[in-house]
């Protein structure tokens, strides 16, 4: 029950961005200051050394924050910013895959039908965040290679679409394929390795491109952790019902997505701002 408050409220979080991001006025700024701090460091802080001739400066910044308060967090439907779209695909792909765990883990013990289709029914909601979390860096970050865009969406698209298949066979929902499960969704999120690097050597005297990726790898991170804790069953395996309720791998698992999630929206907004902020 724990997991499933945690889950619904991860969607009202994403589902609120969502409403902020159609609205008029278009305001993620009370969002973005809540989760990373505007007035202070706030909880994803980049500390960056720039270096002169003259002398070497040591500058702590909040880089979310300083999103927070650009026009592209809101600014009017009719203002001149950057394809919302991408951003939306994100969003969507993150409240599904949210909306999706939390019916699962209210319904799945129904009966062994209902287990088995509802936990297959989870997994397709990791994937298909996972798919959906590359639209938007890719998007903005090779929006003046519209080649290299349409050749890295498509073929992630191809292989969550395949992954999806995979993971809704029957024969694949047993514990059995455990590892298996989380190898596929670990080969998904490192597929964007690839994306990555290229956008940094096409954008390498960008600050804002390197900076987004040191969240991307900070997400990267987060979800090789989660998928650890999901494959070794730590800490319920040391200690078999003393985390029954609380603490179960399972639950530090989903953690350690939403965190993810999290990471990955602070890396986009940030390529949101530099891709507006460009010369047309």
């Known amino acids: 029950m724990l997991i499933f408050y945690r889950h ?16 008029e006025k278009m305001s993620i700024e009370n969002v973005i200051a809540t989760l990373f701090g505007e007035r202070s460091d706030g909880w994803l802080t980049s500390k960056t050394i720039y270096r002169s001739n003259a002398s070497n400066a040591f500058f702590t910044d909040s880089y979310v ?15 001149d910013s950057v394809p919302l779209w ?13 909306i999706f765990s939390t019916v699962s883990h209210l319904f799945a013990c129904h009966s062994q039908r ?5 936990w297959r029914l989870d997994y397709t909601g990791i994937a298909l965040m996972i798919i959906c979390s590359f639209f938007a860096p890719i998007y903005y970050a090779f929006s003046d290679h519209p080649y290299w865009r ?27 394929f455990r590892s298996l499960r989380a190898g596929l969704f670990l080969f998904m999120g490192f597929l964007g390795v690839i994306p990555a ?60 997505v ?13 390529i949101m701002e530099w891709r507006r902020c460009l010369p047309a």
Not at 66 to 79: L, T
Not at 86 to 98: D, E, I, Q
Request: include cysteine; hydrophobic fraction near 55%.
């Open 8 to 23: 619904f409220l991860g969607f009202m979080i994403f589902m609120g961005m969502m409403v902020m991001s159609l609205t």
């Open 258 to 270: 939403v965190a993810a999630a999290l990471a990955h929206c602070a890396a986009t907004l940030i």
């Open 114 to 118: 209902f287990y088995y289709f509802f």
């Open 197 to 256: 690097t290229h956008a940094v050597i096409l954008h390498w005297d960008q600050h804002q491109i390197r900076v987004s990726l040191v969240y991307e790898i900070v997400m990267g991170f987060l979800y090789g952790i989660g998928a650890f804790f999901y494959v070794t069953r730590i800490p319920e395996r040391w200690k078999p019902g003393a985390f029954d309720i609380v603490g179960h791998s399972h639950q530090i698992f989903h953690v350690f």
């Open 86 to 98: 991408p951003w939306l695909v994100f969003l969507v792909g993150a409240m599904t895959c949210l």
């Open 65 to 79: 924050g300083q999103i927070a308060r650009s026009p592209i967090v809101h600014a009017s439907k009719d203002s």
């Open 150 to 176: 349409f050749c890295y969406l498509s073929s992630i698209t191809l292989v969550g679409f395949l992954v999806v298949l995979t993971l809704l066979t029957p024969a694949l929902s047993s514990s059995h």
